[in-house]
T-cell receptor
């Protein structure tokens, strides 16, 4: 397909389990973003990749969260020892730009359908 | 005060009505995005604009840079337009600043 895809679409985990969420960005897109959206809230930035480099992980809520993009395309967000507060929709977005253009850089982001994680 | 404010938070209207959702922001931006989110979580980008007006089908988005305000209009609304509409602004880097969203319900 031509868009951003994410898998699984839905994930139910028991508290303490590890989970891995996958994002397939649009082919050729340089930038990849992960967001966390709690119920009734707007998305919150988690982390940003430019190709394979994780340039910003300031939004990751704890060291239980880990993201990688080893070959600069597919990305995986891993959550270790899941807690109930991790329940949210995890959104992935990609962008053809590298985000370094400053105010003149239109940072259009293309979003995937999200993975809804429920931790019991 | 949030950097991006949307109004109204919730909107219920009858099919066929003209809908307006507003977004005000307080930061300098490079672009403003309007996005649609249906139940189930997926987000679809509707518009990205930095000036003027854009139209796509029954959707129209306008932005006034001087007033730091944007509006999303839906003409001849339909129940399938029911969704959460989110305004997000792109600043001087790659990060988006998100509004809280407007939940729209169109009744048949």
């Amino acid at each position: 397909g031509a868009g951003v895809s994410q898998s699984p679409r839905y994930k139910v985990a028991k508290r303490g389990q590890d989970v891995a969420l996958r994002c397939d960005p649009i082919s050729g897109h340089v930038s990849l973003f992960w967001y966390q959206q709690a119920l009734g809230q707007g998305p919150e930035f988690l982390t940003y990749f430019q190709n394979e480099a994780q340039l910003d992980k300031s939004g990751l809520p704890s060291d239980r969260f880990f993201a990688e993009r080893p070959e600069g395309s597919v990305s995986t967000l891993k959550i270790q020892r899941t807690q109930q507060e991790d329940s949210a929709v995890y959104l992935c977005a990609s962008s053809p730009r590298d985000g370094s253009g400053g105010r003149s850089s239109y940072n259009e982001q293309f979003f995937g359908p999200g993975t809804r994680l429920t931790v019991l | 005060k949030n950097e991006v404010e949307q109004s109204p938070q919730n909107l219920t209207a009858q099919e066929g009505e003209f809908i307006t959702i507003n977004c005000s922001y307080s930061v300098g931006i490079s672009a403003l995005h309007w996005l649609q989110q249906h139940p189930g979580g997926g987000i679809v980008s509707l518009f990205m604009l930095s000036s003027g007006k854009k139209k796509h089908g029954r959707l129209i988005a306008t932005i006034n840079i001087q007033e730091k305000h944007s509006s999303l209009h839906i003409t001849a609304s339909h129940p399938r337009d029911s969704a959460v509409y989110i305004c997000a602004v792109g600043g001087s880097n790659y990060q988006l600043i998100w509004g809280a969203g407007t939940k729209l319900i169109i009744k048949p």
